[in-house]
């Protein structure tokens, strides 16, 4: 992987994370919408398909609803 690219994409990981994070002070229907904008547009410079940006949102996704139910039974 090239040092450009692996450096675009972690900053672009830690930006879906603040994003999609629960803390976050963006609500979460415009920052779902942000994260999978700059997703396609990380995509589209590239060359990664529209299934690959969904598969990098769903990943992000995923990892906050474990998150929030390990959290929860944590408190139960």
């Not at 672009?12 to 994003?19: G, H, I, K, T």
């Not at 690959?52 to 949102?57: A, F, S, T």
């Amino acid at each position: 992987m090239p040092d450009a690219y692996q450096h675009e994409l972690v900053k672009l990981m830690s930006r879906l994370a603040r994003l999609l994070s629960p803390r976050s002070a963006t609500p979460k229907p415009e920052g779902h919408k942000t994260a999978y904008r700059e997703i396609c547009s990380f995509a589209a410079r590239h060359g990664h398909t529209e299934e690959w940006c969904d598969g990098v949102l769903n990943v992000m996704l995923e990892g906050r609803v474990r998150h929030g139910v390990r959290h929860s039974a944590r408190a139960a």
